[in-house]
């Protein structure tokens, strides 16, 4: 079943301890994209990547990092987690061609 | 002023009703238009694309106005499983970067 992962799918944690949030696809899309959303702001894009080794900041990417070491895989890291990430977070991907946007089922996470 | 403006909502409809949706959007190089359905807590999902010749798929009527700068849906013949949030989605500067409005809240009650 082609899908997008991403786990945690919840998670409570502590002002300064780091953090990592999975996303994993197995469409074989070159694109990839983390977005957070937050009552009356919608979804923001956080940072994306276009492919293996290439990223690029969103909106809002302040106190987040990424990575793509490999095509399938896009973890999302909080260095230092703190109460005005708590969000609802969403990984995505796109094939380069594509129209649609797959993302996947969430995380929530909140910062004590 | 932002790039992907809705109405909240919500829009409260009985069952067998059509309901529209309006979304504007400020930049006049966007170039790709689409609906999506996000239902609660639950990921965005596409419900479809918006075309500039305007688009049905059963149910669900799209169109696009590039001179006023909008998109709406239609919905017709409302079914209780059309409750959720509706998001409009612009491709403002390349198809590397999706905004996306807040969304319009429908409930359909019996």
């Known amino acids: 079943e082609a899908q997008v992962t991403q786990n945690p799918r919840y998670l409570i944690t502590v002002t300064g301890k780091k953090l990592t949030v999975t996303c994993s696809q197995n469409?074989?899309?070159?694109?990839m994209s983390w977005y957070r959303q937050d009552p009356g702001l919608g979804l923001r894009q956080i940072y994306y990547?276009?492919?293996?080794?290439?990223?690029d900041k969103g909106d809002v990417p302040e106190g987040y990092k990424v990575s793509r070491k490999e095509k399938r895989n896009f973890p999302l890291i909080l260095e230092s987690p703190s109460p005005n990430q708590t969000s609802l977070y969403f990984c995505?991907?796109?094939?380069?061609?594509?129209?649609?946007?797959?993302f996947g089922p969430g995380t929530r996470l909140t910062v004590l | 002023r932002k790039e992907v403006e809705q109405d909240p909502g919500p829009f409260n409809v009985p069952e067998g009703a059509t309901v529209a949706f309006n979304c504007t959007y400020s930049?006049?190089?966007?170039?790709?238009f689409f609906w999506y359905r996000q239902d609660c807590r639950k990921e965005p999902k596409l419900l479809m694309s918006?075309?500039?010749s305007g688009n049905e798929d059963g149910r669900f009527t799209a169109q696009l106005n590039r001179a006023s700068q909008y998109i709406s849906l239609l919905i017709r013949d409302s079914k209780l499983s059309d409750s959720a949030t509706y998001l409009c989605?612009?491709?403002?500067?390349?198809?590397?970067?999706?905004?996306f409005g807040t969304g319009t809240r429908l409930l359909v009650s019996p």
């Open positions: 995505a991907s796109r094939a380069q061609t594509g129209d649609e946007q797959f």
């Open positions: 469409m074989n899309h070159e694109y």
């Open positions: 990547s276009m492919n293996v080794e290439v990223t």
């Open positions: 930049n006049s190089a966007s170039q790709s």
């Open positions: 918006v075309y500039s």
């Open positions: 989605v612009v491709n403002v500067r390349g198809f590397q970067k999706l905004v």
